[in-house]
């Protein structure tokens, strides 16, 4: 029995190398094509990891087909049950399967790609030519030192870097080894729309079987951990029932956002804990049921998470972020920060229920004064306000591309 486990051991170590160096030669053979193959100029090809339709990449490509009738948007995806799921959100979108022949073809078509993970999204060891240009637009804006990536294949083939601010940019290029001249402050597409449309247009955007328009919001999104699973509500005083009556009492609804790498490792535990939570006013709010929380983060009145990227995204819309650091030193040990957390985590820190229940009510007592505590540090990640990250990203393709 054993000899039997180690040699499925052994076969799918084996598989995997496989396909990995297939993947390799196709990558090889793909730039061969892409230096030669005459390039549209005006194409702009997209994809996105675990083939979802969300985040920048998607405000980007919105962007440019509802704004720039001269260039020619494709989202490339890797699985057709995506395909009626974008159009019906986007019924200009032009969606391709990447492994059909004419998917194939408009990448090497393409002028442009853009990621807002990594190149490899579009497949394994791709590498675009010198001959494209290669937008990073990032998932949001990282504080932990997980972000370097120094001379390796999430950087060294781009030639436009996105950041939200000065200080940003300077952590991009100098915790990666990049040319400060390929990293540009432009602010983050998926941000534009909140200040071009009011609350309550958002709020009748939102699926009516996941929202009640009655209450107000409180969104519970920790980060993600490589070899563990986030714990919500790691506290020894936790009383689910107690909690509930207390979000009732308020006109309150908490919604849990697991990290969508979480859901993925723990699978069926994460479903029992959903459907075993019995409680009115908490709910989950996982990427299979709601791709996009960037819609539904400036609806918030509080944000509860750790170490997250999102915190960085509340702070644009002043929103008071409560934080639950119960592993703050292992998480600094195994990742690390780029700023100190105490000094960039202004908020409330929470260990207990009780705590975490206080600090609620401190806030919805005394918003503002937890609004202009964040403020002292919201032009560090910010420095735009306007709406306009995705008009600023085009007109730095343009001109790279010498289109008017």
């Keep these: 029995m054993k000899n039997k486990y180690i040699f499925m051991k052994i076969n799918r170590v084996f598989k995997k190398e496989i396909r990995n160096l297939l993947f390799i030669i196709f990558s090889l053979i793909f730039y061969i094509f892409d230096v030669f193959f005459i390039k549209k100029k005006n194409l702009v090809v997209f994809t996105q990891k675990n083939n979802l339709y969300s985040d920048n990449s998607k405000s980007f490509f919105e962007y440019i087909n509802f704004n720039e009738k001269s260039f020619e948007a494709i989202w490339l995806i890797h699985d057709d049950n995506i395909k009626e799921k974008i159009i019906s959100k986007n019924k200009f979108a032009k969606v391709l399967n990447i492994k059909t022949f004419s998917g194939f073809i408009a990448l090497l078509k393409a002028k442009t790609v853009v990621t807002s993970?990594?190149?490899?999204?579009?497949?394994?060891?791709?590498?675009?030519?010198?001959?494209?240009?290669?937008?990073?637009?990032?998932?949001?804006?990282?504080?932990?030192?997980?972000?370097?990536?120094?001379?390796?294949?999430?950087?060294?083939?781009?030639?436009?870097?996105?950041?939200?601010?000065?200080?940003?940019?300077?952590?991009?290029?100098?915790?990666n080894q990049l040319d400060e001249n390929k990293v540009y402050v432009t602010g983050l597409p998926r941000n534009d729309k909140f200040f071009n449309t009011n609350k309550s247009e958002l709020k009748t955007n939102l699926p009516a079987n996941l929202f009640n328009p009655d209450k107000k919001y409180i969104l519970y999104a920790p980060t993600h951990r490589e070899d563990l699973v986030s714990s919500f509500f790691p506290f020894k005083d936790k009383n689910i029932n107690?909690?509930?009556?207390?979000?009732?009492?308020?006109?309150?609804?908490?919604?849990?956002?697991?990290?969508?790498?979480?859901?993925?490792?723990?699978?069926?535990?994460?479903?029992?804990?959903?459907?075993?939570?019995?409680?009115?006013n908490i709910s989950?709010?996982?990427?299979?049921?709601?791709?996009?929380?960037?819609?539904?983060?400036?609806?918030?009145?509080?944000?509860?998470?750790?170490?997250?990227?999102?915190?960085?995204?509340?702070?644009?819309?002043?929103?008071?972020?409560?934080?639950?650091?119960?592993?703050?030193?292992?998480?600094?040990?195994k990742r690390g920060f780029v700023y100190k957390f105490e000094e960039i985590a202004l908020g409330p820190k929470v260990f207990s229920q009780e705590?975490?229940?206080?600090?609620?009510?401190?806030?919805?007592?005394?918003?503002?004064?937890?609004?202009?505590?964040?403020?002292?540090?919201?032009?560090?990640?910010?420095?735009?306000e306007d709406g306009n990250s995705s008009e600023r990203i085009m007109n730095i393709l343009k001109s790279k591309i010498n289109v008017n």
């Excluded at 709601?290 to 509080?302: A, T, Y």
């Excluded at 206080?358 to 202009?372: G, V």
């Design 117 to 175: 993970n990594s190149l490899h999204d579009f497949f394994p060891y791709f590498h675009p030519s010198f001959r494209k240009q290669s937008i990073q637009l990032w998932h949001g804006i990282k504080w932990s030192k997980q972000f370097e990536y120094p001379n390796n294949n999430f950087t060294k083939d781009l030639t436009i870097i996105c950041s939200s601010s000065e200080s940003h940019k300077e952590i991009i290029y100098k915790h």
């Design 242 to 280: 107690n909690l509930d009556e207390f979000l009732e009492s308020k006109n309150l609804h908490l919604y849990l956002r697991p990290h969508i790498n979480d859901t993925n490792k723990e699978g069926k535990a994460w479903l029992n804990f959903i459907k075993n939570l019995n409680a009115k």
């Design 284 to 333: 989950s709010l996982s990427f299979s049921e709601f791709q996009d929380i960037n819609s539904f983060l400036p609806l918030s009145e509080i944000l509860i998470t750790d170490y997250s990227t999102i915190y960085t995204d509340a702070l644009l819309f002043n929103i008071p972020s409560i934080f639950i650091p119960y592993d703050l030193e292992l998480y600094n040990n």
């Design 355 to 384: 705590q975490l229940v206080n600090s609620i009510k401190q806030i919805i007592q005394e918003k503002n004064k937890y609004i202009n505590l964040q403020k002292k540090i919201k032009d560090k990640f910010h420095k735009y």
